[in-house]
C-alpha cells in the first residue's frame, strides 16, 4: 500500500521568506517600516494600515498558547494518535495556527498560557514546518 499523500504548503515569492526561514531552522515573520506592527502570514502589505514598507526579520520561537483543540481522529499524514490544532501567540504579537508536540496530548498537559518555543518538522526538501513545543522541555537542551 503506498503511502498517505501529504498536502504541502507551495511557497509562493510573498511567502518564500518564511519557507526558506522554516527550512533554516528560522521562524520569519515581517513588520511594517510605517507602523511597526508584526503580523503573520506573510503578505507584501501590512494589514494593521496597508504600507507596503515592509521588512522580514527573525522572531524569537518564543510564544504561549493561545487556543487548541485535541483531535482524536486518525489522519494519514499524522498517524493514529490524537493531535493538537493549536494556535499559539507569538512573543512578537501574531497568532500562528500550528501543532504542539513533545508532550502529552491531553487538556492536563495542554494549558492555556503555557510558554512555548519553536522547533521545526522536515517534511521534505524545501518544507519544514514550525511546530511548537512546551518551553521547559527544551531548558538545557
Not at 2 to 26: S, V
Not at 54 to 73: C, E, M, P, T
Request: aromatic share 8%.
Amino acid at each position: 500500500m503506498p503511502a498517505p499523500k501529504q498536502f504541502l504548503p507551495q511557497p509562493t515569492p510573498e511567502t518564500a521568506h518564511f519557507w526558506e526561514g522554516a527550512k533554516a531552522g528560522e521562524l520569519r515573520l515581517q513588520r511594517c517600516s510605517a507602523c511597526n506592527h508584526a503580523y503573520f502570514p506573510p503578505r507584501p502589505f501590512c494589514p494593521d494600515c496597508g504600507s507596503r514598507d515592509v521588512a522580514v526579520f527573525k522572531a524569537s520561537g518564543d510564544a504561549k498558547l493561545y487556543s487548541y483543540v485535541i483531535n482524536h481522529r486518525p489522519r494519514p499524514d499524522f498517524g493514529e494518535e490524537p493531535h493538537s490544532i493549536a494556535v499559539v501567540e507569538l512573543a512578537e504579537g501574531p497568532r500562528m495556527m500550528t501543532n504542539i508536540v513533545g508532550c502529552p496530548q491531553t487538556p492536563e498537559a495542554l494549558q492555556l498560557d503555557m510558554p512555548l518555543k519553536v522547533t521545526f518538522e522536515d517534511k521534505s526538501d524545501d518544507i519544514a514546518l514550525p511546530k511548537f513545543t512546551p518551553a521547559d522541555s527544551q531548558a538545557g537542551a
